[in-house]
């Protein structure tokens, strides 16, 4: 991962400030390093994190060092894309999706927001 992404590294600390207090629409990747298809979405992952800047937030959990999350939030696949407005879980992509899908969904939860 890049220092410069504009994602944000989501961890137990930050999660309730990032995504559940946001009053934008968040996308929230759930990963870990040793994931071949996690490594495939990544890029779009970035490029959704730079193209939606100000606009919505991306973020991502590494499901190894925050094991709470990933429970809390059922995650049994990885990677598993949850997307957030209001605090709330409106969908859940599992695996690896094209990236204007991805764009696709923050754009209609950013019609509504």
Not at 20 to 47: G, R
Not at 58 to 80: C, F, H, M, W
């Amino acid at each position: 991962m890049a220092e410069n992404s504009k994602y944000v590294k989501l961890t137990d600390q930050n999660f309730g400030s990032e995504v559940l207090d946001s009053a934008k629409p968040v996308l929230v990747d759930f990963w870990a390093d040793w994931c071949a298809p996690c490594h495939q979405i990544a890029p779009a992952i970035e490029e959704l994190a730079a193209e939606f800047e100000g606009r919505a937030t991306v973020g991502k959990v590494n499901v190894d060092e925050q094991t709470g999350l990933a429970q809390e939030y059922g995650i049994r696949s990885i990677p598993a894309l949850v997307f957030f407005q209001d605090g709330k879980v409106v969908q859940r992509v599992n695996g690896v999706v094209p990236k204007r899908t991805l764009a696709s969904e923050l754009e209609s939860l950013l019609a509504v927001a």
